[in-house]
């Protein structure tokens, strides 16, 4: 409250921490032109029974270090029942767009994200938001939920930043056993692909959906979720790329789940 009244500009980070290179990438963006607020919160709600609520990586004494050499100004770290007090009864739908994509295989997941951020908002008043672009889905519903409900942050998407090896940063890469980071490349590789069949007149979205398949196929212990070519606003799936297109992809590594997309302008 404070902070706002002497006229600072707030920058928000939400995480759910495990804190990696996209992470810095996010604050680094925010710390241009704002006092930064950064939250680590492994957020119940957004995970399905069965999903690696438990096991999510939690190296909090590392993060704290992690922030503060990356120029966070203010760390949040409320507990479980901060944010939901018991007799909790309130979630944020955004409808349509979470039914698609991540939607399908994961019910309930952008609920809670939605009803996480907007508490977050509520409680850090920011003026300015960062999130990663790998979870472009995530954005979106971010988005849709600020204009929808009026709020007065200005919400930034930032590209996604990828290791050495090509692979999207994300705090669950952790998991991956050495043979499985080789195969996780393969989405990269499959990302690229279609942006070169575009490039060379490939309209067809079914025929460059079934290239990435094979691409990703060739690793062991792979199952594919979805690949798809969609619209970037709506997330509708398109058949013919005569226009900017979304490709995004949902991959199992022996059982461990990874998304990675881009965008692919048509000329
Ligand atoms: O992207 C994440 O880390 C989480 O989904 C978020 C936005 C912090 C909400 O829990």
Known sequence: MNLRSRN???GFVPTMGALHKGHVHLIERARSNNTVILSIFVNP????PGEDYNRYPRYIEKDKVIATDSGVDILFLPS???IYPEGYKTFVNV???TDLLCGRFRPGHFKGVATVVLKLFN???PHRAYFGEKDYQQMLVIKSMVRDLNLDIEIFGIPIVRDDDGLAMSSRNVYLGREERVSATSLNRALKVSREMVKSG???AQKIISEMERIIKKGDGIEIDYIS???PETLEDIKIVDTRVLVAMAVRIGGKRLIDNCIVEVK
């Not at 709600?45 to 399905?48: D, L, Y």
């Open 8 to 10: 600072n500009s707030i």
């Open 45 to 48: 709600k957004q995970f399905a």
């Open 80 to 82: 479980t029942d901060e």
């Open 95 to 97: 409808e349509g767009i």
């Open 123 to 125: 409680i850090v008043m």
């Open 202 to 204: 490939e309209m067809n």
């Open 229 to 231: 070519l969609c619209n």
